[in-house]
């Protein structure tokens, strides 16, 4: 056992995990927090699901060896929807996933509709359906695959402008009357998602609860760290606030933006091809 800081790897395909590092940051202050996307691989969503998990088991095994983390944040649940019992049973560390938070949106409605906004990926999972079924069989649930909505939060976060229009087409499927009843509560069932909020409630046709998973996720690393060992995992070559790319960003060496202003002030590259 040892005194040091715990460490946490926080893992998304892009940078869709910085809602969960916002998050972890402000109940965790003292925790060191290192990124890691899968930039090689993105977008997730798009993926096959066997090989998606290949590659997210391949990509963890490196991860692990580098960084060392008392605990992994799957930050992006379309990963964790495919492959959180993959990883638990394939590495010791323990890992906390993201999934859609369809129960408390359950709980939540008052209209009895809700929507879930998801990447393709997810949308299809039967983890996704499973959900639905379990907690909100009571409901109307629009749950819709997003095919570009994670795209164009990495152009926001790259420092791009907002496409309204395209936001608003990603959008809609959720906002459909049923029987004259409509949601009031929609799920953020992709950690990117929250880096749009604003611009969502711009052009959204009416207004909605808007649930984010990641204060729940915090809490969740909050107890696990507090009640686990920290083993002294040895000479670790990654400092904190280092962001590791699995591909060279598009110009250069430079941080991508939305990373910097989220803490990350180092960058490493992990090539890892497809
Ligand atoms: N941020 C990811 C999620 O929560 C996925 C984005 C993608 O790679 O398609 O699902």
């Known amino acids: 056992m040892s005194n040091r800081r715990s460490r946490i790897l926080l893992f998304d395909s892009g940078t869709g995990g910085l809602s969960v590092a916002h998050a972890l940051r402000a109940q965790l202050p003292e925790v060191d927090i290192v990124y890691a996307a899968d930039t090689a691989g993105f977008p997730y969503g798009k993926w096959a699901e ?10 963890m095994r490196d991860l692990l060896d580098l960084v060392k983390p008392d605990c992994v944040v799957i930050g992006c649940n379309t990963a964790s929807t495919l492959a959180l019992d993959v ?4 590495f010791q560390v323990p890992f906390v996933g993201t999934v859609p938070a369809i129960k408390p949106a359950a709980v ?39 095919p570009r909505l994670a795209e164009i939060a990495e152009v926001k976060l790259a420092g791009g402008d907002v496409d309204k229009a395209a936001l608003l087409a990603e959008i809609s499927p959720v906002f459909r009357e049923k029987g004259g009843v409509r949601a009031d509560v929609v799920v953020l ?20 609860a808007w649930i984010d998973p990641a204060p729940a996720i915090a809490r969740r690393t909050a107890s ?5 060992d920290k083993a002294d995992a040895g000479p670790v070559s990654v400092e904190r606030d280092t962001v590791i ?17 989220a803490g990350f002030d180092k960058l490493q590259i992990a090539d890892i091809p497809l």
Do not use: N
Request: aromatic letters at 6%; proline letters at 6%.
């Open 50 to 59: 066997v090989l998606l998990v290949r590659r997210i088991l391949r990509v």
């Open 87 to 90: 990883l638990r049973e394939e």
């Open 108 to 146: 939540q409605t008052k209209t009895g509709v809700i929507g879930v906004l998801a990447t393709p990926g997810t949308a299809r999972r039967e983890y996704t359906k499973t959900l639905i079924h379990t907690y909100a069989f009571h409901c109307k649930v629009m749950l819709h695959g997003a």
């Open 189 to 208: 069932g992709c950690t990117h998602y929250p880096l749009l909020l604003d611009e969502m409630k711009d052009v959204a046709p009416w207004p909605v």
């Open 224 to 228: 696990i760290l507090t009640d686990g």
């Open 245 to 261: 790319l699995t591909s060279k960003p598009v110009d250069g060496g430079r941080i991508p933006a939305g990373f910097a202003s």
